[in-house]
Every structure is written in structure tokens, then in C-alpha cells.
């Protein structure tokens, strides 16, 4: 099986904290990876750890068969990044920011063009071309994060959190390009608080808590794995230990 | 009430505790950069212990020696101190990026009465140093008094301190309302940031210009024709300002309140009431003001900001001469930061509003002195100009990765090797301070179109020589000391680190040393321009080339630092 991202004892440490403590990823080429976990559980950093933005503190990692730590820029060539902070300049317009990653990523003027049109288009951002995205509300950032991410047409997308404060017409086209990105070869791997579109999205899962990945595989091979879990909510709970703990009544509210 | 004031009491000194103690540093090369930003304010801090008691001891013995005393020096000491403190109260919450207590979005969520917030948000000008320092002045005049006998002064003097105290936070609240209010709009406030960024070093620059070279015989003997002309009723139009700028200084709270402290110090308590109804007067109106003004913002906190369009709606590839696609957008995205920010316009407007000061003097004097620097003809002042033009880009060029922001992050996602993103900068920084420069000298040949032509184009190689020479230093102080910054902000919120501007201030100074001692010697010992010319320029191609091989040192530092560097923009 062709791994997009394959990790080996992946460690991050902050100080004593260690955010991301040892995991073995396996994520096949072609699938949509959920990546989920609780807050803080180390998501994020992983993200960051995969796309060059963290340095690993041990452990290794291949990114579509390259290492990102020995060949960064070959490695950045391939993929697109929607990050935590959305990565954008607050002084470009929404075409300027295009043109930018268009230009880094050595894309022809037409091509970079006509994508951009195409991606704008699609974002709901034509008439928002020429405005400077510290203009721009969050779900605005959030659909030219995903259109910068997309535009160099990357063969792996790592997308953080992408439907967090967009619209649901936008997200049911975002959705659709999504999938459509997936059945042409790409790979995705994302994150979500969302588990009803991980659920509905995603070919493959896994799931990290306090920095350990305590599953990863088939969505379906997991709810099957996991006795009683009708539903990736009732998995991921079980997963990461929420099932264990004891309701909390605030008799004062 | 007394709660909710205790609260906001206690709510400012945790967050200028945490900031000072919780500094999320995550190595030892970050932490000492946090450590040099907080030595400043650390050493102020410290400082102001012993003013404040140096201060009060000063009050007290002015309390002391007032009573019927003509002139007493340490009062008229005392008078410009308050004065230049009700400076501060308009000029601070200008200045200073830490206008919190302005923060009307959350205060609304918060159950209190508008007229207790009003009163919680205005007293934090009382923690303003230029006000906690005028306490123990306001303290130490009464004291004195007291000391002297002249009690009923001393109960004045307490009156009148406390008046304009109050006073004074009314102006400082009514400043930071006002002000509030005016850059709610996003475009208006960087409008009036800019001005403000372009204005101050103006005005601090006139004292120079305005300096003469006169004698004290002179200058006496022009303040009697001035006298003179003043009573004969024909002042100029500048000594008609300068008469009602005069008066104008009497009434201001600060005066008032001096006035009626030393009326009263002299027995004269009626001559005491005048100026204390003024600065009672003053202080409701100030605070009236300033009431409506919070009123409005808790009104509509929001912005009121319209979407800004910028002029490009194509996608037109980025191009600089002998650059990649990659450094070149590079170089593009740094060009518009500095265009489409107030700090990055002001570095791109302030050296040509000084060039226009110097050349309008120079024009009218022939010559300019400033700091016993003679600027004479317009190829030195074009050279000065030039010097201001890379001296001014210093807060972007010694923080060029921490400008960008998240737009960092972005760059550091693309496939762009360091030494490509550090050399894309370089240029980029480059330009923002050829675009004045080159107006500079353009504008000033034409003008005074003096000295031989090999001189003036002497200043394109020497300008060029000293920034490449300096272009990696400042690649590599923006790398290990990065900040965190916001460039709408004036002053120290979009400033260089500490220490990355006083290491790059002297780099680009000592950068510039080899161009400027090359044609001093060729031009004042050898006696020839054209040999100036060629020796820059062989040093130009030096420093050309030995930049290029440097940054692939500094892309080596970039690399170790740009973990640091994401973190520190996230922040």
C-alpha cells in the first residue's frame, strides 16, 4: 500500500510537555484522512510537524516518499496547507495572495490565471478580489487559506479545521471539491471538531489523545473494531476516554 | 462602585504581571531576547522610585520657600514638569500601543453601570508614569507649605493638585475616547497614524532647524526690536503666534493650578479662586467629553470600517531583474507591506519631508547646520537624505520576517529555499528605501544641480554599497530577535526588538563608513570625484558580492531560528 504520509515514533516536546509523543502514522495515498482528538490532544502540531512548520523532536517522516526534514521544498512543491492561523498576508488582496503562491510555486501566468479565476469563483471571492484580505471575515480568510492551498494543485492536502466558520453553501461545495480531489488520487488529511463531516468525508481516520495516537485505520473497520459504536461520535468518546467520566451537574446554574 | 474599581485595579496589574513573568519562551535564545525587550521598561520601573521620592522632596521644598517668596526657581521647575505632564496626557494615549482600557466590546458584556465603567476605564490614566509622577509633586507642595506654617495654602495646594489630577485624567481619557472613536474606521486611523508618524519627527526636527548661530548680543538686541515691533502693533505673523501660543500657556491646567497654589502661598486666597474655578471648570468639561465620547463607542464598538480595494485585479506575475519568480514575489509582498501600512508608509514619506525641510532651509540659508553637521549644497544634503532614507526602513528591515505576520507562515509553507526568501527580502527592503531616496536625488539635482556630476552619481553606488553591505546583518537580527508587532501602531508597538535596532543602527553606520571615507579621500585629499566614483563603485561590488555569500551564513541561522520565527508570529 502507498503511504502519503508515513510517521515513525514522531515526538514533539515543548519544554517537559510532550504534545505529540511517539506516533506511528499510516495514512494510504488516495484516502481522505480524519485526524481527530480533543482539544489539545496534538493535533495541531502534528500538522505543523508534517508541513515543515515544527522541527520533530525525535522520530522520523515521509511525505509522499520524501523526507521533509532532508528535502523541504521538494516536499512543499507537492502539498497544500490550510494552517491553524489560516497563513495569509493581512496587506495582499485575495488575488494578490494567488498571484504570491502562484509565483513561489513557478506556475505559468495563464495557468496561475485561470486557476485563480476558477478557485475565486468557486470560494465565492470574485467580488472580493482586489480587497485586502484584513478586510476580510474569518470565513472569507478561511476559503483563500483553502484556494492558496489548492491552487498549485498539491497531490496531499493538510487542511486544519477548514469548515470551522464557513457557510453551508460554501461547505457543500468545498465538500464536493473535496471529494472530487480524493477520487482523482489526491490525499487529505484533515482535522475537525466536526466528526458528523470527518463521518461523512473521511476513508480513514485516526485518533490522538494527550499527544499518543490511540487508532488509526478504515473508518469502518474501527466502528466495527469498537463493540457498540454506532457512530464515529460514539467512537471517537470511547477512543479517547470521555465515556469514563462522570457527568457533572452544576446545581447552582 | 468601590468593587468593580478594585476589580479593574487588580485586572490591570495581573496582565502587566503576566506579561512580565509568563512569557511563553520556548529556548534560551528567545528567552534572552524577551529579557533585553523587558530590561527598558524594567530600568524605568526602577527609576521611578527614586524620582518620585526625588520629586516629592523637590514639592516639599518649593511648599517650603513659596510663601511670599518673587521668584522661586524650583517652582518654576515644577511649573514645566506639570506642564510637559499635560503634554503627555494627550501625547500618551497617541504614542502608546497599550490603550487597553479602551477595550469597549468586552466591557459591554460586563453588568455595570456606564457611569462606574467610565470611572474604571478613565482612573487607568492615574497608572500613566507621567501622572504617577506628578503625585508626589502635587503631595510635596502642600506638605511644604504646611511645614511653613501656611495652612490654609496648604489646604489650597491640596485642592488644587487634586483638581488637576482630575483634570488630567479627564484629558487623558478624553484623548484615548476620542481618539478611539476616530480610528474605529480602519482607513481613518491609519490616516491619522500616518500623520501622526510623519508630523512627530517634524516637529522634533524644528528645534534644529530653527537654531541659529547668533550671539547672546543678537539675540537681545532682536528680542528689543521684537518688543518693540510688538508694541507699535507691527508683529510679524509668525511673533503674533508665538504671543498667542504664549497666552494661550497660561491657562492651561497645569498653570492654573500653579497660579493658585502660589496665590494662596502668598495670602492671597480670593487670587486663588479664579484659577481654581478655571481648572474646575476644565475638568467637567473634560470629562464630559470624554463621557459622550465613551458613550458612542459603547454605543457602536464595532468598526466601521469599509472593505479596502487595492488597484490590482489581475494576476500579474512578479518581476525584479535579476531575481527568481519566487524572490521576486518575495521582494513584492515586502514592497506592499511598506505601502499598504502606516509604519511602512512613514519610513517611505518621513525621509522625504525631511529632505524637503533641510532643502527649503538650504535654499533660503545656503546652508544648514545640525549637529554641527554643515549641509552645504545639495549634493551633501542629497547624501543626508539618502543615509535618512536607509536609516528610516530600520523597524522593517531589522524584523523583516516578524512584519509579515501570518504571512509568514504562508511563506514559510511554500517551496522556497531559505537563502531565495532571505535575498527576496533584502530587495525588497532594498526598495522601500530607494523609492524616496531616488526622489531625493532626482529632485535635489534639479534643484541645486551643484558639485561635479561624478559626485552625484557617486550616490547610487554608495547608497547601493552600504545597505548590501548591511542587508545581511539585518536578515540575521530579524531571525534571532524577532517581535511580534503591529504596523498601524506608532511608536515602540511596531519597532524593530530593542537590541536588533541599537546592533543594526550601528551596522548600518559602520556599512556606510567605507563608501563616505573613499570619497572624502578622493575628493578632499586626491582631488578627484571621477577616482571617488571608481573606487565606490569597485567597493559596491564588494559589498555586492560579499552580501551574496553571506547570506548563505544567515540562511544557515534562518533555518535554526524559523521554528522560533512561526511561533513568535502566532503570537
Redesign the interface.
Known amino acids: 500500500m502507498d503511504l502519503a504520509v508515513e510517521t515513525h515514533g514522531l515526538t514533539r516536546t ?2 517537559t510537555l510532550r504534545a505529540v509523543d511517539g506516533i506511528d502514522l499510516a495514512v494510504p495515498a488516495g484516502s481522505f484522512f480524519g485526524f481527530l482528538g480533543p482539544n489539545g490532544a496534538g493535533k495541531s502540531t502534528t500538522i ?1 510537524c508534517l ?5 520533530p523532536s525525535s522520530g522520523t517522516m515521509r511525505i509522499l516518499g520524501l523526507d521533509p526534514m532532508t528535502d523541504p ?2 516536499v ?2 507537492r502539498i497544500g ?1 490550510v ?11 485575495a ?12 506556475l505559468d ?1 495563464s495557468v ?2 485561470e486557476r ?1 479565476n476558477d478557485l475565486l469563483d468557486l470560494m465565492d471571492l470574485k467580488a ?5 484580505v ?2 476580510f471575515s474569518h470565513g472569507m480568510r478561511k476559503k483563500l487559506s483553502l484556494a ?1 492551498a489548492l491552487l498549485p494543485a498539491p497531490r496531499l492536502l493538510f487542511l486544519d479545521e477548514p469548515f470551522e466558520g464557513i457557510d453551508a453553501v460554501a461547505s457543500r461545495q468545498i465538500k464536493e471539491l473535496l471529494h472530487s480531489f480524493v477520487e482523482r488520487g489526491g490525499t487529505i488529511f484533515l482535522t475537525s471538531h466536526i466528526l458528523e463531516i470527518v463521518e461523512r468525508l473521511s476513508t480513514h481516520i485516526g485518533v490522538i489523545a494527550n499527544g499518543r495516537l490511540v487508532a488509526q485505520g478504515p473508518i469502518e473497520e474501527l466502528r466495527t473494531g469498537a463493540a457498540g459504536a454506532h457512530s464515529l461520535e460514539e467512537l471517537f468518546i470511547k477512543l479517547v476516554g470521555g465515556d469514563t467520566r462522570a457527568p457533572v451537574a452544576l446545581d447552582w446554574i | 462602585m468601590f468593587r468593580t474599581l478594585r476589580a479593574f485595579a487588580w485586572m490591570r496589574w495581573r496582565v502587566l504581571m503576566n506579561s512580565i513573568e509568563r512569557t511563553g519562551t520556548r529556548d534560551t535564545l528567545e528567552r534572552l531576547s524577551i529579557a533585553v525587550e523587558q530590561i527598558g521598561p524594567l530600568i524605568a520601573l526602577g527609576l521611578m522610585l527614586p524620582s518620585a521620592g526625588l520629586l516629592a522632596l523637590l514639592g516639599g521644598y518649593t511648599g517650603y520657600l513659596l510663601p511670599g517668596a518673587e521668584r522661586v526657581l524650583p517652582f518654576n521647575a515644577i511649573r514645566i514638569l506639570l506642564a510637559l505632564a499635560t503634554g503627555f496626557c494627550v501625547l500618551g494615549p497617541i504614542l502608546l500601543p497599550t490603550m487597553e482600557r479602551t477595550s469597549a466590546v468586552r466591557l459591554l458584556l460586563l453588568p455595570i453601570p456606564q457611569r462606574v465603567l467610565y470611572i474604571a476605564q478613565a482612573s487607568g490614566a492615574l497608572s500613566d508614569p507621567w501622572l504617577l509622577l506628578a503625585v508626589p509633586v502635587l503631595l510635596g507642595i502642600p506638605v511644604g507649605l504646611a511645614l511653613h506654617g501656611a495652612l490654609a495654602g496648604a489646604a489650597i495646594a491640596v485642592l488644587a493638585g487634586l483638581a488637576l489630577l482630575i483634570t488630567l485624567v479627564g484629558l487623558s481619557a478624553l484623548t484615548a475616547f476620542a481618539l478611539h472613536l476616530l480610528v474605529r474606521d480602519r482607513r481613518r486611523g491609519e490616516l491619522v497614524t500616518l500623520l501622526v508618524v510623519i508630523i512627530l519627527p517634524a516637529i522634533g526636527l524644528l528645534p534644529s532647524l530653527l537654531m541659529t548661530s547668533k550671539t547672546r548680543a543678537e539675540r537681545r538686541a532682536e528680542r528689543v526690536a521684537r518688543a518693540e515691533r510688538v508694541a507699535r502693533g507691527d508683529e510679524t505673523r509668525l511673533e503674533r503666534a508665538a504671543r498667542v501660543g504664549a497666552r494661550a500657556y497660561t491657562v492651561l491646567p497645569s498653570e492654573l493650578a500653579a497660579r493658585a497654589t502660589k496665590s494662596t502661598a502668598d495670602g492671597d486666597a480670593r487670587g486663588a479662586l479664579m484659577p481654581l474655578a478655571g481648572l474646575a471648570v476644565t475638568g467637567l468639561a473634560f470629562h464630559g467629553v470624554a463621557f459622550v465620547a465613551f458613550g458612542r463607542l459603547l454605543a457602536a464598538p464595532g468598526s466601521s470600517s469599509r472593505r479596502q480595494s487595492a488597484t490590482a485585479t489581475s494576476t500579474r506575475r512578479a518581476w525584479i531583474p535579476g531575481l527568481s519568480r519566487a524572490e521576486a514575489a518575495v521582494a513584492h509582498a515586502q514592497l506592499r507591506l511598506a505601502l499598504r501600512t502606516p509604519r511602512g508608509r512613514s519610513m517611505l514619506i518621513s525621509p522625504l519631508i525631511v529632505f524637503a525641510m533641510f532643502a527649503a532651509l538650504a535654499v533660503r540659508q545656503h546652508e544648514v547646520e545640525l549637529a554641527r553637521l554643515s549641509l552645504s549644497g545639495g549634493l551633501m544634503l542629497t547624501a543626508f537624505s539618502c543615509a535618512i532614507c536607509l536609516l528610516s526602513i530600520l523597524p522593517f528591515a531589522l524584523n523583516q520576517f516578524a512584519v509579515d505576520r501570518a504571512g509568514l507562515t504562508l511563506t514559510l509553507l511554500s517551496p522556497i529555499s531559505d537563502r531565495d526568501l532571505l535575498i527576496g527580502k533584502a530587495v525588497g527592503n532594498g526598495l522601500i528605501a530607494a523609492m524616496p531616496a531616488a526622489l531625493c536625488v532626482m529632485i535635489a539635482y534639479a534643484v541645486f544641480h551643484d558639485g561635479p556630476l561624478a559626485l552625484w552619481i557617486n550616490i547610487v553606488p554608495g547608497f547601493v554599497s552600504t545597505y548590501a553591505a548591511s542587508a545581511p546583518a539585518a536578515a540575521a537580527l530579524s531571525a534571532v530577535f524577532p517581535r511580534s508587532v503591529n504596523l498601524n501602531s506608532i511608536g515602540r508597538g511596531s519597532n524593530a526588538h530593542g537590541l536588533a535596532g541599537f546592533i543594526g543602527m550601528i551596522v548600518m553606520l559602520a556599512a556606510g563608513f567605507p563608501a563616505a571615507a573613499l570619497t572624502l579621500v578622493f575628493t578632499r585629499i586626491v582631488g578627484s570625484p571621477l577616482l571617488a566614483l571608481v573606487f565606490v563603485t569597485v567597493w559596491c561590488a564588494i559589498a555586492l558580492i560579499g552580501s551574496r555569500l553571506l547570506f548563505t551564513v544567515v540562511a544557515g541561522i534562518f533555518e535554526r531560528r524559523r521554528e522560533n520565527l512561526g511561533l513568535v508570529v502566532r503570537k
Open positions: 515543548f519544554g505543523k508541513t515543515g512548520l515544527l522541527r521544498v521538494a512543499k512543491r496547507v494552517p491553524e492561523d489560516l497563513a495569509l498576508f493581512d496587506r495582499l488582496t488575488l494578490e495572495t494567488l498571484t504570491f503562491v502562484a509565483d513561489v510555486h513557478g501566468e496561475a490565471r485563480a472580493a478580489g482586489a480587497t485586502l484584513t478586510d492558496a
